[in-house]
Nanobody
Framework: EVQLVESGGGLVQPGGSLRLSCAAS????????MYWVRQAPGKEREGIAA????????YYADSVKGRFTISQDNTRGNLALQMDSLATEDTAVYYC??????WGQGTQVSVSS
């Protein structure tokens, strides 16, 4: 079964950090561009980070550039998103995706004092 499962979300204070993980199974992880996408309440989904197969290319949305870091472990089929200097506007459900074709169920990140 093709599957992506996110973990690592939670409640954090402004300025804090969280690390999200996305475990892939049922497909060859290293052959796809992998994305992190988030959706805040009442807003459309926003692509925030992308990494190419092999990790040669990485892109960030301006809203997270300099604060978030995407990485992948191809041998384990795991995608990660290190989130630092979190702000209240980062509150959203975070999804990982393989090329926009396979999606995880999402993990909630809430930033609040």
């Amino acid at each position: 079964e093709v599957q992506l499962v996110e973990s690592g979300g939670g409640l954090v204070q402004p300025g804090g950090s969280l690390r999200l993980s996305c475990a892939a199974s049922g497909f060859t992880f290293s052959r796809y561009w992998m994305y992190w996408v988030r959706q805040a309440p009442g807003k459309e989904r926003e692509g925030i980070a992308a990494i190419s197969f092999g990790g040669a290319s990485i892109y960030y949305a301006d809203s997270v550039k300099g604060r978030f870091t995407i990485s992948q472990d191809n041998t384990r089929g795991n995608l990660a998103l290190q989130m630092d200097s979190l702000a209240t506007e980062d509150t959203a459900v975070y999804y990982c995706s393989a090329c926009g074709k396979v999606w995880g169920q999402g993990t909630q990140v809430s930033v609040s004092s």
